[in-house]
């Protein structure tokens, strides 16, 4: 493994004269220590710890080991194309910058050449050495650290979040990265630092990093649950639905208690929230949308009297949509989507007893919408009765004898049912 700091002593890289302003305090550097290198591409490495690059090169992590172009320059490459395909204009931006004016912001990197700030700028100087063919520089501040140095790992990273988060100007975080890089930050047995560590590092309320903490948690639990790797997080951003982990987090948090008990209950409603996960991407419900339609199951199942019973009414339907996808190879979001499809009658049954929940608990929620409700299903039966007896362009000629048998065993069962009702409603008039 290269030193640049070695190198930097051979001559082999040459200073630029200027000198860094360090945005946060850091034990054992300081500006004056510090010095601006022009380092050759070619020595230079994405950092995959960085939770935009982990997220993408996640369902890769077997195939892809860290390397700069001298090793081996397919893992720059890989990465490059993740890059121009999260924020292709901004790239091109820089690229023009840089082609126009030179680099004007230098970055941070570590003695091996990982990249801890300037993958923009790196990218574009790489694809600008490539297109010409001239010898490029990459201009930054050479950091006596490494991610080997449990100590030195927490100083790393919270000269990062300061860079790209903190102090200095916010970049925009998806928040599928954002969350990674929070959970894969703070967890496991030897963590960087703590989420109250990252979250004043990263000028970010503690809720808001606790949330996506558990997020990326159940975003995991997820993955695991449908049989693709738990860090298949590039599944979760091609779909679109990180607003549905966020809102399991919040809900999960305020509905259920720390007892032995609540947890099982809490465990039941994950996996039937992740059969509505999977009802939203089957029938192409993303973003804002899918979110609001998360508020709604939180909202009028979870935080109700009805969530066990709910749980009950769509475990084996959960259990065996799980089944059938973990015995499938699920890699990405084709391979869902197949197995999706495959199980179309799953995903409907699951869609019928949400909807039927979700109805009365709305219908629920007020004299005045249960009435509508009531209301709305007998104009129904009116306009059918209007025309015809039947809907659309349907004619009795496309019905088999034995769906028009179903079909007045259904209006036996009605016409009973609202005797019933008639007499019920009549009894409770004072």
Known sequence: MISLIELAKAGTIEKTGAKPKLPIRIDGVSSATLDVYKIPLEYLYYNDRNG??????????????PANDREDPAYND?????????NAPALKRTKKSIATAGQQVYGYVLDDGRIVDG?????????LCQETGQTTYFEAVVLPFSYNNSAERAKIKKLELAIQMGIEERQDYDPVDLAVDIYQTTSGSDPIMTLADYATGANMKLKKATEYYHGAFYMREFLKFIGTA???????????????????????????????????R????????????????????????????????????????NNEKFNDAVFDVVEDLADSLQESSIDTTADLMKGLTEE?????????????YLRDAKNGESVEKFINSVKKSVQEFQRIKNDGGLAGKLRFTDFSNAQLQELQTYMRDLNQVSKELFKQYGNEVH
């Open 52 to 65: 935009r690059i982990a997220t993408g090169i996640s369902q890769y992590n077997e195939e892809l080991r």
């Open 78 to 86: 890989f990465v490059a194309s993740l890059l121009k395909k999260d």
């Open 119 to 127: 993958n923009r700028r790196y990218t574009a100087l790489r694809e």
């Open 230 to 264: 738990p860090q298949n997080f590039q599944l979760i951003k091609e779909n679109k639905i990180w607003a549905l982990f966020l809102e399991l987090s919040k809900s999960l948090a305020k509905n259920f208690d720390d007892d032995a008990e609540s947890q099982v």
């Open 266 to 305: 809490k465990n039941q409603t994950m996996e039937s929230y992740f059969g509505f996960i999977l009802h939203q991407i089957h029938v192409g419900v993303t973003g804002n949308s899918a979110r609001n339609h998360a508020r709604d199951f939180m909202r009028c199942i979870v935080a109700t009297e």
């Open 344 to 356: 179309n009658d799953l995903i409907i049954e699951f869609g019928d007893v949400y909807d039927t």
